[in-house]
């Protein structure tokens, strides 16, 4: 069965430095991986996604994240945190055994300080 | 002009009442889906529409039934509501059809349930 772990319940990072936000999946087949953040009391905004080719995917507001097949990672990464940039991150994959589910990890908060 | 959207956005009832959440798209996608977010923020699919066919049914209680009168349209009903039922749902969408495994799915901005 696919799975996937953020094992950082919360991130601190300070305005301007670099952020990552970690991600590992398990699946059966070939991964397909999503990012998605949560600002407070909005729905999930999708930020991007993974599904062949180069392992470095850049997204939306600056965002990237990097595929790593043989650590089965996926971690988001931006190079200068903002402020605005607070809010909760979620992981999520779909395998092609399961292919109608996307499960989510459990969720990392961001808190970026000034 | 709102992409996918829920009504209501807050809904506060009492134990054993029976309560519908309304979901509309309007991006053309031909599956929908529900989402239960509890109070750790844990997101875990109830179900998944694909032209108005149930196509995912993720071991939940007969008490939430959803109903597609349309592709566009996912509502989810729920039967004698009991306090564990407090979460956020949340509906979504995607072009299935398109994308296939690779499709994203776009989410409403939630609806918060309080079972008193």
């Known amino acids: 069965a696919q799975s996937v772990a953020q094992p950082e319940d919360q991130v601190n990072v300070a305005e301007g430095n670099p952020l990552t936000v970690k991600c590992t999946y398990s699946?059966?087949?070939?991964?397909?991986l999503f990012w998605y953040v949560q600002y407070p009391n909005r729905g999930l905004q999708f930020l991007l996604k993974?599904?062949?080719?180069?392992?470095l995917v850049k997204g939306s507001y600056g965002f990237e994240a990097e595929f790593n097949k043989s650590q089965t990672s996926f971690h988001l990464k931006k190079p200068s945190a903002l402020v605005s940039d607070s809010a909760l991150y979620f992981c999520?994959?779909?395998?092609?055994?399961?292919?109608?589910?996307?499960?989510f990890g459990t969720g990392t908060r961001l808190q970026v300080f000034p | 002009d709102t992409a996918v959207s829920q009504t209501p956005k807050y809904l506060v009832t009492q134990m054993g009442n029976d309560k519908s959440i309304k979901c509309e798209q309007n991006?053309?996608?031909?599956?929908m889906y529900w989402y239960k977010q509890d109070s750790k923020k844990f997101l875990k699919i109830m179900f998944s529409?694909?032209?108005?066919?149930?196509?995912i049914n993720e071991t939940v209680p007969n008490r939430f039934s959803p109903k597609s009168p349309d592709k566009a349209h996912l509502n989810l009903h729920i039967n004698s509501l009991e306090l564990g039922d407090s979460a956020v749902y949340f509906c979504?969408?995607?072009?299935?059809?398109?994308?296939?495994?690779?499709?994203?799915?776009?989410f409403g901005p939630g609806t918060r349930l309080t079972v008193l």
């Open positions: 991006l053309g996608h031909d599956t």
């Open positions: 979504a969408s995607s072009d299935y059809r398109q994308g296939g495994i690779t499709d994203t799915q776009y």
């Open positions: 699946v059966s087949g070939n991964p397909y």
């Open positions: 529409y694909n032209n108005k066919e149930l196509i």
């Open positions: 999520a994959v779909r395998d092609e055994e399961e292919a109608d589910k996307l499960i």
């Open positions: 993974y599904i062949t080719g180069d392992n």
